[in-house]
């Protein structure tokens, strides 16, 4: 099977940052492969070296993205698509759908596969917004990922159970980070990465609607999330300490 | 007059209790602006939760009833909350984010061109655009959001809000939708439930979560009787669920449920920013671990340095007491 994986690079957020006057200041070099969608591009890898096929990887981003593209071509891809942005574009989810969905829809593929959500936003809508635009089918929330007589079969993890779908191809999946432990590339994947091709195209060069593309949800400031009141710590006897508490939650708390 | 219309979500056989808190706020920002408050069912039973729902304050209530509707299936879902919004033309469709939930907003924003925000913590409606608060990178930051669009969507993190009842008389409409198989499309094969009848974690009033210092058996039975005492659902760290120590279903954390009770006991729990971004807005927070420098402790109301073992017998002990 011919799997595409849609990945982004996003912030660390394990990097430090400050909020001023509502602005978000982070440094920009701190940048990382989506974990999400690193689970994504190792599930690929996964399938196709069980039963044969192609991954391939597309991302929109800034110029410096192409280094979240090594990064995947070095865990075992084949190939990169990077759409490149400036930068300084306010894109929402909608915007990347649009603009992922307009650039896929002539491409060749099994499975469209993403993360289910970015680890800077959580936003989560991206997938299933392509996969309606490309009229697909699709699962979200992947915890497994199986191929059986052309069908992808997705184990995906829902409100009451695990539920076991069945997806003809083509088709759409988002992945949870439960499904695998994404590889550390090793030299040799990273030596091989640097001969892999990526194909650039710009957004401003792909005839796209820019009133389409314009963002319907904005980020008008940042705020610190409120501050918990300081709590208490106990330390010693255990049985003193736990009785202590116990009554506390009780009687301070009123939560018991 | 604009409608506000909450998507009322049921999960085995039941109202998802943060669905009614969607529509709790909605009912208030519906009075407070002048809107109308409405809500939709969309079950194979759908009409016999209408009694329950009127209590909330919607003044019409739809609903969508078919065999269809038995399971979570996106494909069905979304053809049923699109035919409903043709009928209703609402200027908002509030929901509870829940996993079903999450499967469907992407598409359905795609599909009615609309506007949409996920996973607020809250939310208001001015009658043209929606101004939410949503937690970001890993919850370490609010980021304040606008958004515009007809209709708008927004999905709401449990616990965002408190019931609020309000009971009216509402008119119930029911449409209806067929599903076929093109509609489908994917096949849903089973349902694999291990959770059985333990409390559902977005529901619970407290909640015991274990992690990486929950071992053995004799550690889980700790964890176990704690939550019976309290009659607290029981949810776990990554590790634990990775591990298979206890069911994905109760993983808590980014990745998995965001929870907010009244009361979180971390039990052997590090607290590393992925599973406190799950658990971080629960009312109170009580962290048992032996490590004192464990970053848990930096959101824990009340910290218990100690062996788990040590700590936990004493501490079942005394909320029994307390309880009788």
Redesign the interface.
């Known amino acids: 099977m011919k799997f595409i994986v849609s990945i982004k690079m996003v912030?660390d957020?394990?990097a430090p940052?400050q909020?001023k006057d509502?602005e978000?200041l982070m440094d920009g070099d701190r940048m990382v492969l989506n974990a999400y969608d690193a689970s994504a591009v190792e599930e690929a890898l996964v399938l196709t070296e069980k039963y044969g096929g192609d991954v391939e990887v597309v991302c929109i981003g800034a110029a410096k993205a192409s280094e979240t593209i090594r990064k995947a071509l070095a865990m075992g891809a084949a190939k990169g698509y990077h759409i490149q942005t400036n930068g300084d574009e306010a894109y929402d989810?909608?915007s990347y759908?649009q603009i992922l969905a307009d650039f896929l829809k002539d491409k060749e593929y099994d499975v469209l596969s993403f993360g289910k959500q970015s680890?800077?936003?959580?936003?989560?809508?991206?997938?299933?917004?392509?996969?309606?635009?490309l009229n697909l089918?699709?699962?979200?929330?992947a915890?497994g990922l199986e191929i059986e007589d052309g069908n992808l079969i997705v184990k995906?993890?829902?409100?009451?159970?695990?539920?076991?779908?069945?997806?003809?191809t083509p088709?759409l999946v988002t992945c949870?980070?439960?499904m695998n432990e994404p590889r550390i590339p090793n030299l040799k994947g990273i030596m091989a990465s640097k001969r892999k091709p990526v194909e650039s195209v710009a957004v401003s060069d792909m005839n796209l609607d820019g009133a389409a593309l314009e963002a319907?949800?904005?980020?008008?400031?940042?705020?610190?999330?409120p501050a918990?009141?300081a709590?208490?710590?106990?330390?010693g006897e255990?049985?003193e300490?736990?009785?202590k508490?116990?009554?506390?939650?009780?009687t301070e708390?009123n939560?018991? | 007059m604009s409608t506000l219309l909450t998507y009322v979500a049921i999960s085995d056989g039941k109202i998802k209790r943060s669905s009614l808190e969607v529509l709790s706020h909605c009912k208030s920002i519906a009075d407070a602006g002048g809107f109308s408050c409405e809500a939709v069912i969309i079950d194979e039973n759908a009409s016999s939760f209408t009694d329950d729902v009127q209590k909330y304050g919607a003044s019409k209530i739809y609903t969508v009833s078919g065999d269809a509707f038995s399971q979570h299936q996106n494909g069905s879902l979304l053809k049923a909350l699109t035919k409903v919004n043709e009928s209703v033309s609402p200027a908002l469709i509030a929901f509870a984010s829940t996993e079903s939930t999450k499967d469907v907003l992407g598409a359905l924003a795609a599909q009615l061109k609309a506007g949409v925000v996920a996973d607020v913590s809250s939310f208001n409606f001015d009658g043209s655009k929606v101004s939410a608060q949503r937690p970001m990178m890993a919850a370490k930051i609010m980021g304040n959001v606008d958004v515009t669009g007809n209709p708008i969507l927004v999905s709401v993190r449990s616990g965002s809000y408190d019931l609020n009842e309000n009971p009216s008389t509402a008119e119930v409409v029911s449409l209806d939708v067929s599903v076929d198989s093109d509609d489908l499309r994917a096949t849903l094969r089973e349902i694999i439930s291990a959770t059985g009848d333990t409390i559902d974690l977005n529901e619970a009033d407290a909640i015991v979560a274990a992690g990486r210092g929950v071992k053995d058996e004799e550690a889980k039975n700790l964890i176990s009787e704690l939550a019976s005492v309290l009659n607290a659902g029981i949810g776990a760290s990554r590790a634990l669920t990775e591990s298979g120590v206890y069911d994905p279903s109760l993983q808590i954390g980014q990745t998995g449920k965001v929870v907010s009770p009244q009361l979180y006991i971390a039990v052997g729990i590090s607290g590393a920013i992925q599973h406190v971004a799950g658990m971080a807005n629960s009312k109170v927070i009580v962290a048992i671990n032996k490590d004192a420098d464990a970053p848990i402790f930096e959101v824990a109301d009340y910290g218990i340095v100690g062996d788990l073992y040590k700590v936990l017998p004493p501490f079942i002990e005394e909320i029994k007491k307390i309880k009788n």
């Open positions: 912030p957020v394990y940052f909020i509502g978000l989810s909608s759908a680890q800077d936003t959580d936003s989560g809508l991206t997938g299933g917004m392509v996969a309606q635009l089918p699709y699962a979200t929330n915890v995906r993890q829902g409100d009451s159970g695990q539920e076991m779908i069945a997806l003809p088709c949870s980070n439960d319907v949800s904005k980020v008008t400031s940042y705020s610190p999330v918990r009141a709590g208490q710590k106990f330390e255990p049985e300490i736990a009785t508490v116990a009554q506390l939650l009780d708390a939560v018991l």
